[in-house]
């Protein structure tokens, strides 16, 4: 059984920086990809960052420059490093993991605020 377990999700002033984690069990080989969605209140869920097992890497515009995406590959673990956060951050973000299927995490809050 494939799971996803995030972390880091918290209460961050803007400007300031955030890391999340999500660990994906029961995937031991063939990821292909891994990555964040978003979803604030009111609105639809959004690519934020992904990373293919190659490294190639793929943001959303809004994020550029700010966020970083990183993976190890050999603990099934996608990381997203916020940088100078804003207020339009604020949103739960999900995990995903593409292998054979993709799978989701539960969701961590990240909440932007002074």
């Known amino acids: 059984q494939v799971q996803l377990v995030e972390s880091g999700g918290d209460l961050v002033q803007p400007g300031g920086s955030l890391r999340l984690s999500c660990a994906a069990s029961g995937i031991s080989s063939g990821i292909v990809s891994m990555g964040w969605y978003r979803q604030a209140p009111g609105k639809e869920r959004e690519l934020v960052a992904r990373?293919?097992?190659?490294?190639?890497?793929n943001y959303a515009d809004s994020v550029k420059g700010r966020f970083t995406v990183s993976m190890d590959y050999a603990k099934s673990t996608v990381y997203l490093q916020m940088s100078r956060v804003k207020l339009e951050d604020t949103a739960v973000y999900y995990c995903?993991?593409?292998?054979?299927?993709?799978?989701w995490g539960q969701g961590t809050q990240v909440t932007v605020s002074s």
């Open positions: 995903y993991v593409v292998a054979w299927n993709q799978y």
């Open positions: 990373i293919t097992s190659s490294g190639s890497t």
